[in-house]
């Protein structure tokens, strides 16, 4: 019995690392954006019946931080940006930090506090990094 017990957990702690090992390479392959400002990109389409819930949590965030770049993109219309995040159901949510790069990936419905709590992490990341502050005044953003 023991052994089984033991078995079951190792499976399952394989499991988890190798979800944690393949969501992170799924992020590294993701092109970055350009730099400056953090970026929150909302994938969405008028066939996903889910995506109108979604949109109200986008701009309830959008009201709240009006130092992000908010992109509202219909994955129908250009497929070619949603390849190239890597978009594969809908609704999704790509949060960006100020160097460009994905820093958080959400598939399905996200709410308003999550994308809140993922954008105080870039935020926070960016006025803790003296290099992302450099770009940030190029690009015209005080800290």
């Given amino acids: 019995m023991l052994e089984r017990l033991t078995l079951v957990l190792v499976l399952a702690a394989a499991g988890v690392a190798a979800y944690a ?12 954006t350009a730099a400056g400002r953090p970026a929150l990109l909302y994938f969405r389409s008028d066939t996903c019946a889910v995506c109108p819930a979604q949109g109200r949590y986008v701009d309830e965030v959008a ?4 130092d992000v770049t ?8 250009d497929p070619e940006t949603a390849a190239r995040y890597r978009v594969f159901s809908l609704p999704t949510t790509v949060l960006v930090d100020g160097r460009g790069q994905v820093r958080h990936v959400n598939y399905g419905l ?8 993922q954008l105080a992490q870039l935020v926070d990341s960016e006025e803790n990094d003296p290099q992302i502050g450099q770009i940030g005044q190029i690009f015209g953003r005080s800290n």
């Fill in 63 to 66: 009201a709240q931080w009006s």
């Fill in 110 to 117: 996200t709410d308003a506090h999550k994308l809140g709590r």
């Fill in 21 to 32: 090992l393949l969501r992170q390479l799924h992020m590294r392959r993701m092109q970055s």
């Fill in 70 to 77: 908010i992109e509202r993109i219909d994955a129908t219309r």
